[in-house]
């Protein structure tokens, strides 16, 4: 009797343990699910796709940059009734100093050339800026800026700003 006392008492041991590991696991079977989840996720199985949405939002904000800067747009933006040359230079100056550092960070995603001929472009905004507001009599109006800056890019044959933005859209239809 011994042995079968034993027999019983491993046989409702096991059943009981079984039972036991069961319904834990069935409790805790969707956490494991999740956790696997979580951890296969974190995984990344192609490094270029989880880059192309930062790049494609990088190319949109440089096409959105360039739009700001481009004096057509820039000067219908900050101009107002009776402002002196020189405060519509400092204010266009700055707004193009400070739409570059917003997106200074953009040039991780795009390619060096793209970048370099967007930092060139800015510089010669500045300088375009600077050199036509130099050149106008003092008591000038920023009207007079707008209008010599605005003659001048007329006078270009290949505009600058579409250039640019062609050559982001270039680099953007090279991403697929």
């Known amino acids: 009797m011994n042995i079968e006392s034993l027999l019983t008492e491993t046989a409702a041991l096991t059943i009981a343990g079984v039972l036991t590991v069961s319904v834990g696991y069935y409790l805790i ?6 956790f696997l989840r979580l951890k296969s996720a974190g995984k990344p199985e192609d490094g270029k796709a ?12 440089l096409i959105v940059f360039i739009e700001r800067i481009n004096p057509s747009n820039l000067f219908l933006r900050l101009h ?3 402002i002196a040359v020189k405060d519509l230079q400092s ?14 960070t953009q040039q991780l995603y ?26 106008l009599p003092e008591h000038s109006t920023g009207i007079d800026l707008s209008k010599k800056v ?16 062609d050559l982001i859209k270039k680099d953007i239809h090279q991403l697929f």
Do not use: C, F
């Open 29 to 34: 079977k969707d956490d494991i699910q999740t």
């Open 50 to 61: 989880q880059l192309l949405p930062l790049r494609l939002q990088a190319h949109e904000r």
């Open 80 to 82: 107002h009734q009776g």
């Open 91 to 104: 204010l266009v100056l700055n707004e193009i100093r400070a739409e570059y550092q917003h997106n200074v």
């Open 110 to 135: 795009v390619s060096t050339t793209t970048w370099n001929v967007i930092r060139k472009l800015k510089d010669d905004t500045l300088a375009m800026v600077t050199n036509a507001a130099r050149d």
């Open 150 to 165: 605005l003659q001048h890019m007329a006078g270009i044959a290949d505009n600058p700003y579409e250039l640019t933005l």
